[in-house]
Nanobody, 125 residues
Framework: QLQLVESGGGLVQAGGSLRLSCAASGRSLYSYAVGWFRQGPGMEREFVAAISWTGRSTGYADSVKGRFTISRNNANTMVYLQMNFLKPEDTAVYYC??????????????????WGPGNQVTVSA
C-alpha cells in the first residue's frame, strides 16, 4: 500500500528558498500523478503544483508560477517542490498527494487517493 511522507519544510526569511520532498513507500509512484497542496492559517487547502507520472506534464497555481518547480526522480520514488523567492503568504502546511492515472494530472484534491501527513513551511517577513 502506497504511503507518502513530506520533508524539507521549516522557517525561512522572505526571498529565501526551500525544497520539499515527498517520499513514497510501500510501492513506487509508477502510474501516479503527484500533486502538492497547502493549507495556510484559517484557510482552505489549495492546489499548488502537480506532475504527471511520466514527468512530461506539470501545472502550477498562478500564485506560485515562476517561483516553484515540481519534479520527480526516474525511479518514481520521490517528488520534489523547489520553492524560490518565498513570500510570507506562502506560509502553510504543505501536503503531497498521489492520484492513480495513466495520463496527465488534475488539480482537484478530491481526485487524489493517498496523502502525506503534511509539513510546515513558515516564511517570515
Amino acid at each position: 500500500q502506497l504511503q507518502l511522507v513530506e520533508s524539507g519544510g521549516g522557517l525561512v526569511q522572505a526571498g529565501g528558498s526551500l525544497r520539499l520532498s515527498c517520499a513514497a513507500s510501500g510501492r513506487s509512484l509508477y502510474s501516479y500523478a503527484v500533486g502538492w497542496f497547502r493549507q495556510g492559517p484559517g484557510m482552505e487547502r489549495e492546489f499548488v503544483a502537480a506532475i504527471s507520472w511520466t514527468g512530461r506534464s506539470t501545472g502550477y497555481a498562478d500564485s506560485v508560477k515562476g517561483r516553484f518547480t515540481i519534479s520527480r526522480n526516474n525511479a518514481n520514488t520521490m517528488v520534489y517542490l523547489q520553492m524560490n523567492f518565498l513570500k510570507p503568504e506562502d506560509t502553510a502546511v504543505y501536503y503531497c498527494a498521489a492520484d492513480y492515472r495513466r495520463l496527465g494530472y488534475v488539480t482537484s484534491e478530491s481526485e487524489y487517493e493517498v496523502w502525506g501527513p503534511g509539513n510546515q513551511v513558515t516564511v517570515s517577513a
